[in-house]
């Protein structure tokens, strides 16, 4: 029998300096339990094959798969939370601001930016989940407000793509404010008859649903996505009475009117386009 199948010596001869860890990331699994390998994955628009799962991404994601050749131009990239209200409760709101920067390498949980989608402008501004959980700040208020002004002074249409669980308890009042100022800045975009996109995505709660991400001039979401207000318990628990099967999904919204379609994510770009050229009676792009 040759050396391949029998051990020379015995017990492992490897240092432990030497040996190797597997690579992580390399396979994921779904919800379902469906096992895919993670470039099988982003191939698939971060679409599990098997069961049609999205997978939930943010906006580097989300840009290379609307922007043309994944080039864009960022707006206010260094735009950073302060912490006026010196906030603390299991930890400083300062030292959750440090850690979630340095373990997603995002400056705050939205970034805006302006480039081609199907060699049209299109402003899109995109919240990050990572980022202590998508919530709204000031300064994810602020860039949102200042996307807008660059899709009102560009006269070029604007998507947003929501990802969040809601205000940001850490800056009290001053989050609830952005739900009045992005609402605002959305108002004079209508003025100026630009159009606006809501995407929903996986998933999109509280203060969000409760301003910008229900005013689109078109409301979108992707499939299965959870989408409302108030979490299922605090509803039912208000209002005495049993939810219906598959309540605030996207699927249960479209339904019942609150969103105008629901797009799979490989057909994403093509139907953000669509909509945007037949919102502004243009010839339609293939």
């Not at 299991?90 to 995002?106: I, N, P, Q, V």
């Not at 299922?232 to 049993?242: A, E, F, H, L």
């Not at 099967?245 to 699927?251: C, L, R, V, W, Y």
Request: some cysteine; aromatic content about 8%.
């Amino acid at each position: 029998m040759t050396a391949w199948f029998k051990r020379k010596e015995k017990g492992i001869q490897t240092a432990t300096e030497e040996k190797k860890d597997t690579p992580k990331g390399l396979w994921y699994k779904s919800p379902t339990g469906k096992i895919v390998e993670s470039e099988d994955l982003a191939k698939n628009f971060y679409v599990s094959p098997e069961d049609d799962y999205h997978v939930r991404i943010g906006s580097k994601e989300y840009f290379e798969i609307l922007f043309d050749d994944n080039k864009f131009q960022e707006l206010d990239e260094k735009l950073n939370s302060k912490d006026p209200l010196k906030f603390e409760d299991t930890k400083k709101y300062s030292d959750r601001l440090k850690a979630a920067k340095a373990k997603t390498g995002l400056n705050d949980a939205v970034r805006s930016a302006i480039g081609k989608s199907m060699g049209k402008d299109l402003v899109i501004a995109c919240m990050d989940f990572s980022f202590i959980g998508g919530s709204m700040g000031s300064v994810v208020g602020e860039k949102i407000a200042r996307a807008i002004d660059v899709s009102k002074k560009k006269k070029v249409p604007f998507l947003m793509i929501s990802k969040s669980g809601g205000a940001r308890m850490m800056e009290a009042a001053l989050s609830l404010m952005q739900l009045a100022k992005t609402s605002a800045k959305l108002a004079q975009l209508a003025e100026a008859k630009i159009p606006y996109i809501s995407l929903c995505t996986d998933p999109t709660t509280g203060g969000t649903t409760a301003s910008y991400a229900m005013l689109g001039d078109i409301n979108i979401s992707e499939p299965g996505a959870l989408i409302g207000f108030a979490g299922p318990r605090i509803v039912k628990d208000t209002t005495g009475k049993d939810l219906p099967d598959g309540f605030q999904t996207s699927e249960f919204l479209k339904e019942n009117g609150f969103l105008d379609f629901i797009s799979h994510r490989r057909d994403l770009k093509s139907k953000v386009n669509l909509y945007i050229d037949l919102i502004t009676n243009q010839p339609v792009r293939s």
